[in-house]
Antibody, heavy 121, light 111 residues
């Protein structure tokens, strides 16, 4: 079955760079049409889509955060990495990675449990 | 920052039908299919409806989705206590606002 799990620091200081890793199993990111995305959710607020990387290395970013985000994949390790520069307290949120595949309306059909990242000095 | 608008809350008694609206624009709902996610308290979101009205395996047929023009709706019939959760609509957006956009979210309370 498909599983995803996020890992990374739980606390970062303002201006630092956040690096999150999504380690997955049950699918291959070299399969046509498959993608892995990142979504975040500040405490008590709505979901916000951040980025998505496809099997062919096509990358999509949220326009409002594009200058701060980088998404990469390591197919051999079954991992996707998201980096976000210049972290600010408003970036405090639970960060999720999720799986996307053809035939499901370009939706995210499997999600990781999420990891809470707090930005504070 | 959400470009899809939902009512903040909805409620009903067990067995009732509850409907949640999602209003967008020509660049998102008007051009692409709508997905719905359910987020139970303290858990990750779960895909509930994809491609406007399709249910993934395991989702009860009490949940149904529809789309018309630049709006979409999620209906929950035969409301149950375990349906108490936050619900989000989402769609791809063809404009500069962002490739994938979520709704503002609706908290469903079972009275």
């Amino acid at each position: 079955q498909i599983t995803l799990k996020e890992s990374g620091p739980t606390l970062v200081k303002p201006t630092q760079t956040l690096t999150l890793t999504c380690t997955f199993s049950g699918f291959s990111l070299s399969t046509s049409g498959v993608g892995v995305g990142w979504i975040r959710q500040p405490p008590g607020k709505a979901l916000e889509w951040l980025a998505l990387i496809y099997w062919d290395d096509d990358k999509r970013y949220s326009p409002s955060l594009k200058s701060r985000l980088t998404i990469t994949k390591d197919t051999s390790k079954n991992q996707v990495v998201l980096t976000m520069t210049n972290m600010d307290p408003v970036d405090t949120a639970t960060y999720y990675c999720a799986h996307s595949r053809p035939g499901y309306g370009d939706s995210f059909d499997y999600w990781g449990q999420g990891t809470l990242v707090t930005v504070s000095s | 920052q959400s470009v899809l608008t939902q009512p903040p809350s909805a409620s009903g008694t067990p067995g009732q039908r509850v409907t949640i609206s999602c209003s967008g624009s020509s660049s998102n709902i008007g051009s692409n299919t709508v997905n719905w996610y359910q987020q139970l308290p303290g858990t990750a979101p779960k895909l509930l409806i994809y491609s406007n009205n399709q249910r993934p395996s395991g989702v009860p047929d009490r949940f149904s989705g529809s789309k018309s023009g630049t709006s979409a709706s999620l209906a929950i019939s035969g409301l149950q206590s375990e349906d108490e959760a936050d619900y989000y609509c989402a769609a791809w957006d063809d404009s500069l606002n962002g490739p994938y956009v979520f709704g503002t979210g609706t908290k469903v309370t079972v009275l």
